[in-house]
Each structure stands twice: as C-alpha cells, then as structure tokens.
C-alpha cells in the first residue's frame, strides 16, 4: 500500500494544480461557451438558444468598429514593433560602447502597467496642455496634432502607445537571436569580403525565422488581449471609436449587462488568439518530442 | 557574434576617405541610438517633470519644459488626499492592497510552480505530456473568457470583491507560466541525480528538497520577478473583482485620472502614475537581468 502511494506522489501533487485548470480555464471555456448559445442578459439562463448572440454581434456596429480596430491596431502595432525592434537590435548589435545602458533605457516601458503607459501618452498627446500646445509655442500657431480626440485617429495613438511599450521587448528577443547565430559562418562570409549588410540580409536574418515566430506571437497575443491600454488612453472614446473586442466585452458584462454578448464576443476572441498559437504550439511541443 | 562591426578584409588598404566614412557611420550611429533612447524616455522624463510642477505652471509653460519652481505637493496630495471617485484617501491605501495581492499570489503560484515544474521535469508519467499541454495552453487564452463564470464562481465562495478573491484568481492563472519556467529549468538537471538519490533511499519530497530547491536560486527569482510584475500591473482582474476597498494600485490610478470631480490636476495624475509604477521599475533596475529573462522564456517556449 505504502509502495503504491509511494508511486503516486507526483501525480497527487499534481493533482490540486490540474484540478484548478479544469475548473478555472477549461470548465470556465465551457460555461462561457454555453451562456453564449443563450439568451442571457442581466443573468445567465441555462437553455440553449442557437447562434443568435453571434449573429446579433455581427450585426452590431459598436463591434464592426472593434473588430476593425483590432485589425488595424494588430497589424500596425505588430509591424511596427518588429520593424523598430529588429532595427534597434542590428544597431545595438555594432559593438555600442553602452549597449547595456541602451538596452536598459529602451526595455523599461516593459516593466510598466499599460494604465501607467497609457496615462503618460495622454497626458502627452492631449490637445490643449500636451504636444500640440508645446509646439504652438514654438510659433508655429496652426500646428495641429489632436488625434487623440479625433474619431477617425484615436486609434492610432493606442499604436503609437502600444509600440513604445513593447518595442524594446522586441529589441531583446532579436538581439538574443543575433547573438545565437553562428560566428563560425560569419566569420567565413566576412573573409570572402561579403558586404556587411549583406550578412544581415542573407545570413543572420533569414536564420532567425524561428524568432520573428515567437516575437508574432507574443505581440498578437498582446494586441488581442489589449484593454488596459485603450481603457487609460482614451477610455474606448470619443464616442466607441478606440473599441477593442476587450473593451467591447467589458462594457457588455460590467456595464451593461449583457451577458450573452459578452460571452460570444468572448468566445470570438478566444477563437483568434487560437488560430494564432495552437499551430505554434502544437508544432512547438511536437518539435520537442521528436 | 563578435566583431562584425571592425573586422574588415583588407582593412589595411583603406583610403583615410574611407576611413572618415567609417567614423562618420559611426557617429551617426550613435546619433541614432540615442535619439531613440530620447524618445523612449520622454514620457518618464515629462511624467516626471509635470508631477513637479504647479497647476498655474503646467498651463503656461511647456510639456517639455523643467518645473521654474519645484513643489512636492502633488506627490504628498497623489500619496495621501487625492480622490478615486467618492474616497479621497490618495493612492496609498490601494499600494497596499496591491502588495497585499502580490505577495501570497507571487509566493503561492511560484511554490505550486516548482513543485509542478519539478513532477514534470523529472518523474514523468503516462499522460504528462496531455497535462503539460492543457496546462500551457491555459497560458494562452484571452482572460476575457473566464471572466464571467470566475465572477460567478467568487461570489459562489463568498470571495467577491474581496482581496483573498484576487489572490486566488491570479495564483490560478499564473501556474501555467511558474510551471513552465520550473519545468524548463529542471529537465536541464541530469536525472541521473534523481536516479542514485532514489537508490541512496531519498523519496519524492526529500530529493526536492534537498537536491533541486539549493539548485533553484535564479529559477526563483525568474519567476517572482515575472510573477510580481504580472500581479502588479495587472488591471483586469483588478477592475472586474474588486470593489472600493480591495481595488489595487492600477484601478486606482485609473480612478484618479478619470475622476471627473473638480479640476483636472495633471500634476497628481503623474504623481500618481510614477507611485504605481515605482516597484516594478526599482524591480527591472535592480534585476533587470532575470526580467529579461523571464520575458524572454516567457515569450520562446520550450
């Protein structure tokens, strides 16, 4: 008896863990699931009611917007962060002098709360006191730069906001694939007096494919999940215009209080955040097993 | 990669044209380095600033401009009297409450961490593979889909809007992330090890003890610095299962900011910011190493 429970051990102290798993996340994704093929509003009715909450929000235009935003603010802010990210790492990666103090300087909007971002760039960005303000007193009166109060615009300073954060982020994954390619072959390429962008463009960068991989996912998963950063930016404003299906989903459960909408619009945004990582992860755990 | 940047072939047959070429490419280099480490430290910089100056000044002067005359009242009135809505206490009753959710929810998800990191390291099973898998693929999910049912669920065990409900919510959901660090840190481990502590008589718990947790320094501290910096920051959870005594940090800086009662005190708002953000930067100061590290593991699986 004492031998068996002997061999069970791992499994029993695996056992509290896994049982919080089933329960908070997979049987959470259930009830979610569910309440989202009902009719619930203020709360949950347990009788299935087909796909009417996901049609509905199709059809709604404050969703149309957040979807839309999503897209635009997922493929600019990914773009741009690795853009900028494998930019600065090549820089840094020129024998800097205070590459540590650069590094530093450049990774620590990392370690802030998207609420404290957001409440800086607002104060940045805000018309009256803020950028604009600050150029006009430089004498250039008609100076204009109001998008953070500009429907068609604010979503682009949840972009400029986002990319501050985590470009340096990116910085550090590149520069951490730089540094891991082979100096051997390098070495070989420099001897044969290949230019040295062309060893960027031709050697080190094509070998790092497997880090552009997991920098895309981490900033799409970041810009799915988005919702501190558009709540202290702009508050989802003027008007629904910086909506994100995180901000849409918050206002249906908290504010609203409607729960059949929040739970599809939740379920479509675990659907995306899926479509990106279970590729990546299955071949990530299968590569691991082979 | 080393010398990329000086070793050249035929480096002795250069021309002094291509010589000043070079210096110039690499003044500009510089130049561009640091008119992005400007930018990137502007808001700090303006935060920091605004949060100095008075009310009267922030108006007239510039964004950019250096406070013409220090005052530390919006600090004091951000730390002690600022308002949230209703309560006026400042910021500093929700720093606690911050830390209060930390420290149980950091030192529980890291200890339930290693000690599953540790079974999946080193006493595999049939079916461990489909368990890590489950585990890590709760990593993933956009949090938005739990958090109905979770409200529901706190209420059912009478933690709604209470700080113990938090610490519970963020220990759950950060046990994905701990394990995966333990685990990844412990298959480095030889399982010989394992196997001629067993023949020497050790069980389950005294081989963890004693051969894994005095090999486990930096792991831990990976991990508490990841962990701590996710409950920190967190506003989520915060704002969803909360309610006016329990919110943490961030709930309450956005309160402060968004309070429409009486006159936008920009200067507090700073203030405040600059306190939320505080720990998590002397954090990254101090140990800016092993945050990277846990950024980087969190984000290159496997």
Known sequence: MTKWLETQVPKLVLAPSFVAILVFVYGFIGWTAWVSLTRSKLMPRYDFDGFGQYAKLFSTPRWDTAITNLGIYGVLFIAISMALGLLLAILLDQQIRVEGAIRTIYLYPMALSMIVTGTAWKWILNPGLGLEAMVRGWGFEDFTFNWLVDPNMAIYTIVLAGVWQAAGFVMALFLAGLRSVDGEIIKAAQVDGIPHWRIYTAIIIPSMAPVFLSAFIVLAHLAIKSFDLVIALTGGGPGYATDLPATYMYAMAFSRGNLGQAASSAMVMMAVVFAIVVPYLYSELRAKND | ?302
Request: hydrophobic share 55%.
């Open chain 2, 1 to 302: 990669m080393t010398d990329l940047a000086y070793v050249s072939p035929r480096a002795g047959s250069r021309s002094t044209g291509q010589r000043l070429g070079r210096i110039a490419l690499r003044w500009l280099l510089y130049l561009v380095l640091t008119l992005f480490a400007l930018w990137f430290l502007m808001p700090l910089f303006v935060m920091l600033t605004t949060s100095l100056k008075s009310l009267d000044e922030i108006r007239t002067g510039s964004l950019i401009a250096l406070p013409r005359e220090v005052t530390f009242e919006p600090w004091l009135t951000a730390w002690g009297s600022a308002c949230t809505g209703i309560q006026c206490e400042g910021l500093k009753p929700y720093l606690l409450n911050s830390l209060l959710i930390a420290i149980p929810g950091v030192a529980l998800s890291t200890a339930l961490g290693a000690i599953n990191g540790y079974v999946f390291a080193q006493w595999r099973f049939r079916g461990a593979n489909l368990l890590f898998s489950l585990l890590l693929f709760g990593c993933f999910i956009p949090f938005q889909v739990v958090l109905l049912p979770m409200a529901r669920m706190l209420g059912l065990m009478g933690l709604a809007g209470t700080i113990p409900g938090l610490i519970l919510v963020h220990t759950v959901y950060g046990i994905g992330f701990t394990t995966l660090f333990f685990r990844n840190y412990y298959v480095t481990i030889p399982q010989e090890l394992v196997r001629a502590a067993k023949i020497d008589g050790a069980g389950f718990f005294r081989i963890f003890w004693s051969i894994f947790l005095p090999l486990s320094l930096p792991i831990v501290v990976v991990t508490v610095i990841w962990q701590f910096t996710q409950i920190w920051n967190d506003f989520l959870f915060g704002v969803s299962f909360s309610q006016a005594g329990t919110q943490p940090v961030t709930v309450a800086l956005n309160n402060i900011v968004n309070s429409t009662t009486g006159v936008k005190a920009y200067n507090v708002d700073m203030a405040a910011a600059i306190l939320a953000a505080l720990p998590t930067l002397l954090v990254y100061v101090v140990a800016g190493k092993y945050f990277i590290r846990g950024l980087t593991a969190g984000s290159v699986k496997g």
